[in-house]
């Protein structure tokens, strides 16, 4: 093996070991300093090491080269994968002071000093339109002031995070909870794609692990242990986003979440973090004047939206009677008090701006 092989070797050997862990593998590595000399180091020398035990210990010293591991390698080599490990200048410097950061990480694409500007955005699967607005919205402005978005591309507002910020040419990381060749969903493939030509895509498991369903808790705390701050929008009470909010509190991360309507199931969790003590967000104000203080920020001139817009008066009063739930364009014609003919001119305008989109059933929502 070449060298750069034979170094995540040792890297696979150590974590292969029954017992080991991510908390013990780390304790392994400050000790000796390499999993190499770990594997070289005897049972008197590990039983003095805190939460290694006599059969831990043992399992260490009688490990014995294992021709699967290099058929990992090989395997991560002809899928193109990249592996880093926790020594690596690459590897996120916040994710690895968490208490279990994972000792390697598999990863397509690729992880810039840049990235350390990270905020993460989870919510619902069956995310609502006002979900689907707010975080397009809220994802494509972080980017602009050189924020990277971190979700776990997920159906719903993973995937409405990773896009808004890529059509605002902003960088995103996915999280899996499977290995990288099996995407999970499936059906967004083709946004993977984007996310690791954009970003990257990142797990901790080997190529081959499916998405079970207790993977997903491991890679939450991934999602919010590489950021700053973790945003929520739209979840319910048994919302897995509850626990990606929880591993950031753990870390001491900032927490932020969306109110929702109190009669919908998707408002229940981020109403119940907002009680608890989350930050209300009602605009990227709210989160900036958090992390500003904790991050390298890019400054960008950002105008109002009036101003980024250039609005008209008969513009902007449309633009006030719209909101981030959508609206039909009778209600809005009601209400402006224009004939309805010069309303859909207007709206035309508003779209070609940037400021409304139009939904199914001539509703409207605001951007």
């Known amino acids: 093996m070449g060298s750069a092989r034979e170094d995540i070797y040792y890297w696979l050997a150590l974590r292969s070991i029954p017992g080991v862990g991510n908390v013990n593998f780390k304790r392994l590595i400050e000790t000796f300093g390499s999993p190499e000399c770990a594997l070289s180091a005897g049972l008197s020398e590990l039983l003095k090491m805190e939460g290694i035990g006599s059969s831990l210990a043992n399992n260490i010293v009688r490990f014995k080269p294992d021709k699967k591991i290099i058929d990992e390698i090989d395997e991560v080599e002809r899928l193109g994968i990249t592996v880093i490990t926790l020594n690596n200048s690459a590897y996120p410097e916040r994710l690895k ?8 990480l598999y990863i397509k694409g690729e992880i810039k000093k840049e990235d350390e500007n990270a905020i993460s955005i989870v919510g619902a699967r069956n995310a609502t339109t006002y979900g689907r607005t707010i ?6 402005e972080l980017v602009s002031y050189g924020y990277t978005i971190v ?6 507002i993973d995937t409405f995070a990773h896009h808004g910020a890529m059509t ?8 899996l909870g499977s290995g990288i060749d099996i ?3 499936p059906d967004n493939r083709e946004l993977a794609g984007k996310i690791a030509e954009n970003g990257a895509i990142i797990s901790e498991f080997e190529p081959g692990t499916p998405p079970e369903r207790i993977n ?7 999602i919010s242990g590489i950021s700053a701050g973790v945003l929520v929008i739209e979840a319910s009470n048994d919302s897995g986003s509850l626990i990606t909010a929880n591993a950031a509190l753990e870390q001491g991360r900032e927490v932020f979440a969306i109110p929702g309507n109190i009669n919908s199931r998707n408002s229940s969790g981020t109403n119940g973090l907002i009680k608890k003590g989350a930050k209300l967000v009602e605009n990227i104000d709210d989160i900036l004047e958090e992390l500003r203080p904790q991050l390298a920020k890019r400054e960008v001139d950002m105008l109002n939206k009036e101003e980024r817009h250039n609005l008209s008066g008969e513009e902007e009063l449309i633009c006030n009677l719209m909101s981030y739930e959508p609206r039909h364009i009778d209600e809005i014609t ?5 004939p309805s003919s010069r309303v859909s001119t207007i709206l035309l ?3 070609l701006k940037g400021a409304v989109r139009q939904l199914d059933g001539n509703m409207y929502i605001k951007r």
Do not use: Q
Not at 216 to 222: A, D, E, L, W
């Open 135 to 140: 975080t397009e919205r809220l994802s494509s």
């Open 183 to 185: 995407l999970y969903p």
């Open 168 to 175: 605002a040419g902003g960088r995103t990381i996915a999280v």
């Open 216 to 222: 997903f808790p491991k890679r939450n705390r991934i």
């Open 349 to 351: 305008n508003l779209e």
């Open 97 to 104: 002071k968490i208490y279990d950061p994972p000792p390697i």
């Open 151 to 156: 979700s776990g591309m997920a159906r719903g």
């Open 334 to 338: 009601f209400g402006s008090g224009l």
